[in-house]
């Protein structure tokens, strides 16, 4: 489809012969990019209302750096997650205003383009000092995605005062992101406390037998508090971009 | 707290010396009722906006007609999960107008006292014939708590044009429920169709190595949709409850 | 070592020739009765302050009985754990005053040679109701090991005002053991509100992913709060144990 | 078996006293070169159709060279996998013409002897760009055996319409291999559009819970499209091997 | 799609408008029947080659039947694998002809619409006796598929003598099924005796660390011959159905 | 080789023109007895010393029988484990002298063609009384075998003093044999008291986390004393054969 | 709650309107200092007997320095476990006096609050030499903690002897600590041998298949000695906290 | 027991008093060498014909050295396993003529004190080349512990003929220690062509799904041929120590 028949397209929109729809379908299928070594999906913004985003693992430095500068040019908001300092500086070299997080390991650019698109605040807790970085994946990628967001930080189960003593901040949010490793076990305490959605992020911190976080996984998955959903090990990214997605104003409401 | 002191502390409320959260915390935390082999939360219906939900496995008949019994006599709506027969038989004799799903397992009761309190309509989706008894729970769930529902059964993606010619069906959904077995697939090509919340639920069903359900939780946790979120394996149940967080209606939008 | 032979032990001993660890020793490792199919160690009761508990899983029901009688006949307390009805019919024939609890699985006799032993209150925790069964093996086993017990049921931490409004029992106990399915999270909250030891009981209740109570084994190992010990998957009995030696009192203190 | 009896055993086929299966069989099974660390079976090539291929991986950089000189000297076809720098530089030492791919990390040499075998072409196909290295060793297999090799690439299910859009390209195919990591649901979708056979490689690709691609390996096995079978975890060469013994043009046919 | 518009678009096949692939996609997209707890994608045939089979496993005596009545009233080749007595008693009920495999647990009807489409012979070799019933399911679904089929019992590697002397028959075969138990090592002997393609099917057979067949799963993929694929544990209908797409004629070559 | 051959063969090896082994091997490699349902290898007592064993799991009745009757008929000694009572009923049928053992579940018969072929006693040890069913099949195979037996049961690592006060059996063996559930620790502390073979057998006995077997299979393989090997859970069969080459007597010492 | 509101309280206690209880209970759950990136919870103390310990692992250089400081600055002993050259460099900056370990692994200072509270000694046993580093941090902590401690290295089953000879200061102990890698079996031994508890700490020394102590964990779960607890592979620090409440001296006794 | 008592027992020894076995039992429990790090087992020598083995894994150069001398001081021959180069160095220091294997990764002195003590030859057989460094420490370990030793190496089940053509190394042999990788599948082959036993030692080599060695590992344990007994993963110690006691002669043969 190019640049004529999109056109087309979107006059015969006007005059009403096709609904909208019909002109999000026909983008969304039809055009794609290819590089060598990708296939771009630009109009996953349009169905999906984000543009794709660089899982940096297993991708050279100039890979990415392709990918994103592709993202940029197209006029999307740039995300790359578990990205190295390598990464950066490749990217870097064609994007100047890309913006490096070494705590969340995430490269972002064309910030100025988000729009605040929530219902309210999503709220990050982590259980523990060392879980930061996955919360800080978690709270980029939610504010990329237009949202307010708030946080709480080792607040575990093993003190329960400290999170029962900051109710205030747990009601205030409409989502709430709960990182932790170890036994995974603050999820179910704030479960038990909210009635919005808590999303549960195990992390592979701990000893011997957490296992890389399969224990905190684990006990996430069998939350005795219901309304707690899990996303993989280590992925704030995820809780990030679901949390969005339940956050997000719409028309019908 | 004993009624007396209740009132006291309404009346104090109406003349404004403590809010409205002031009264829900009193409630929430010092109310509980004792049984000898339970401890009753009744007011978890204020915290969670849903009462206790009794899950029957491990438990006698007795004990779950018992503390059904109490949960009608509080005049909440009933709901029990992984119910048999024989659960439901003993809860029968206790309270008459108890009803049985016997593809659920779910025994419910009060539902007269649901009340609509959902934004858009769920659609449970699943892939396969095997999966409906496990999205069945999820529906009667979020049935329970107060949503419209709608379902897509045996859509699975072995013959993926079952789902892509079924796009209005998703696009009119608020929350997305996939439950499915074997490897666990269809969330993400659910959740790279549609821009609203998706549940994974995988269930146990397979050949040898699908080992009761972890090849499809491990597909889930790893889908390379993001928006994708996962609750443990066969549970219907968190599903809905899940998906009733999320798609309820509240002030603030 | 025959009578003759422990008498003029005993003689010595009174004398002052040998010391008392001397004679002990000398019980302890010498007398042993063989039976076709066991060799009992009645002088483990010298060595660990209580006689050998059958554990009759993969024994048949004459096996136990044989057992079981020679204890009794020993004059001993009588403990078997992981009994079924079968065994106890079979124990009934051989010991009249024999006792099944059906709940725990025990089967006990000569319950009037405990004495008190214990220096404070062992406190046996349910996180849900379909933990009781192994939180009664605990309960059986300390109580016949001379201690004092109590208990909280249904204290998960899904509802966590529930555990924490019970500050008095806790505060009062000298051990506690808590028993969990699920995702084993509440030792760790008990953990860290009491300064006693604490022994944490993973149960194989919960959901598919709950793996038969790995999920809650791996979350208890893996607890934040510091001072938690764990035993084996349903192991009351081992968890009974425990806490009894922790709390047997002592000359030296 | 000496030259002379070689030679003998021929005359004896040409004058019609042994068959062609005889004298292979007799060449298969008796003639093996003894190296002090490896026991070469070049006549592999005449039970297979291909070769003995070096496996690098803890193998030192003199017994892969060695290896190799006699592979290449003996007149076949040369495949080294996994091979790193350190490896080619020490084959290049004796073997000049040697080629190493640094994304497939294969060594190849004598590839003028490769004649063309196949059928139809084998298409290589990648959920990811991080599947591209297992997948360019799949494709030098194929390529090194006589086959024409096609490819698509990051092709994933989270935008199932960039695999559906390829319609051509797959019909085109006489063998399929799809390498895909994360959950491995695109073997399912390929299996359910085509009619040919569908080879799954899963990698070892992806966030904290694919394990190493243990999540994508029991998503391929569970995979509900029939025709599907699966290799090794990153085993691009055992996929291009099979895939080329299913395509290779027979007289029989 | 209505049979109207069927005749339409074959007519304008017929006047050279639209291509087979034009029809066939069309067909392939669009019909799809709605049952309530079913879709039933008919042109799955055209598509693949052989109907939809129907997996017993989690469906209802009513289920099974229904579907299955609905297959054959289409004029299709009935499949159904993992099908008990009481699904083949209700299956009788709609199907007179039905017949059932109670080794292979399969039931089948409308065999005289089968045609013989293999190229050669599909060898099922199995190296225990007990390995039997899923070898009964490879080979009847390969004969169903329009393969000629031959077998080899009990000739596992513990004597490896009874392999290598069926060498004839080894020869005479265009693909190999090999179903193993224990170890699973047959594939890898199998597969460096013959040039042909070699799927693997473990089996949940052998004794306490075998866990239902993981070993052998284990042993087929790591294996150490080149050429080997494998499907799920105990899965014959998985390597019936991927040996016939391999056999299948076509016209290209 | 017909009867005719062999008697050829026999010729030639009396007049010394083939030797012992070129006979042997011939016999080895050529006769083999194919039934519809098993490939029976008679001659495995010619290359291991004992002819095959009977593995009832996953075979019926009939199966059983059939194959038992044969390895009688041809004048062998008859050995069959796992047998259930219904097995047994079915040889029994066939061949009136068969005996069951019901602890070690096997069915034997033509025991009066055992001759004693051993260097010394194999001692079988189990650490509890759980573990003796096992222990009985390492027994009854090293029995029919041709070795004398001895054994020790209960004197597991609990009551270390059991173990040690049994060094004069201990020293008298040549082989030990030691079976336990599960810590599976007895092997290591029996491979630190003697200096001859010790083989461990892991049972499937103990509480939750033994995951039947796989805790002390572990134990074993990681047992810190030199000396100990491992055979598979449950399997006293193996243990018993190995103990048996170990023990058995030959020319060359 | 700021000073003049602590003083308050305090006075009030002196005039007995409130109880200790109230006065530790508020300081428990009201006072925390909210750092950037944690929530130190100072009262601990209080609460447990202890203050805040900093598991390192997972920590920056900075943040662990930041916590310490804080710790020491409000008079507390300070232990940090897991800690790298590094962090040490980092923490003797800001606290000159603190001292490592760097065996243990331990970072500690203000040892000079340390008040003995044990009723007796603890003492730490290891099978092997490789074990000595998580005993150290056991020992340390129970040092930190106010116990006399006492050590017994390299006494492993495989030698009984070594353990059986030191039954002396077996019975001196108070709780015994026993730290083993590979199969784990010293805890059972030991626990066989005395009356007081036994604290078993699995570490990830050993061959392949001790998977990094998963091994040695599971045989101390599966202990077939009663009163045997167990903590996380590797946690030294557990151990020896776990032993201190044990150990501690209370004034009930 | 110091000098003056050792004289004492043995001349009661000579006279007849004591037995040998009394002297044995004496030296082996009482005479310990305690270090600081490690508790030497001289007498291990006595016990187990062989002394103390250094496993240097987790132990620092020092330690190495120092046990390496006081076992070297004592008289006895030196043997070390897993040292790396850095272990090597420290040891040369203190033992001038301590000779080191790279390849089997062993130190060794005093090697003039080995007396041959087999009754037979060890062959030690690998599936590959990358199998060597574990079949290297076998061999070792056979030799010091006086054995002839032999080999075959990389005659692996892809090319059955390898290890076929080879029957008269296999039946030439005592004991058989089998080496292999990936599936793990030799021992099975080799375990049904010898009448002598064999020893399966798995190997961490192979792709993703071998999972460093389990693949092997299980394949061994679930093998097809009885007779097979299995070590821990790359324990070639272990296999050669375990073939060493089995081709120790011994008197009473």
Do not use: W
Request: charged share 20%.
């Amino acid at each position: 489809m190019n640049r004529a028949e999109i056109k087309t397209l979107l006059h015969e929109f006007k005059r009403g012969k096709v609904t909208a729809d019909n002109v999000i379908d026909a983008f969304s299928s039809n055009i794609i990019e290819p590089l060598d070594f990708a296939t771009l999906d630009h109009y996953r913004e349009l169905r999906q209302g984000f543009p794709e985003v660089i899982f940096c693992e297993g991708k050279s430095e100039n890979q990415v750096a392709e990918i994103a500068k592709r993202i940029v040019d197209h006029g999307s908001v740039l995300m790359a997650t578990r990205a190295t300092n390598k990464h950066y500086a490749a990217v870097r070299k064609v994007i100047k205003k890309a913006r490096y997080n070494h705590v969340a390991r995430t490269i972002v650019a064309n910030e100025h383009l988000v729009r605040m698109r929530g219902r309210g605040t999503i709220l990050v807790v982590t259980a523990g000092t060392s879980d930061i970085p996955v919360a800080e994946e978690a709270t980029e990628t939610a504010k990329l995605m237009g949202n307010a967001t708030d946080r709480l930080v080792d607040v575990g189960v093993a003190g329960i005062h400290r999170i029962i003593s900051q109710s205030a901040k747990l009601r205030n949010a409409s989502v709430v992101i709960v990182v932790a490793g170890m036994e995974g076990a603050l999820p179910s305490v704030v479960g038990g406390l909210v009635d919005v959605p808590v999303i549960a992020v195990p992390t592979s911190v701990g000893y011997g037998a957490s296992f890389n976080g399969i224990s905190a996984l684990l006990g996430m998955l069998n939350s005795c508090a219901a309304g707690v959903t899990v996303v993989n090990i280590d992925n704030g990214f995820g809780a990030g971009f679901a949390a969005s997605l339940i956050n997000r104003k719409r028309q019908e409401c």
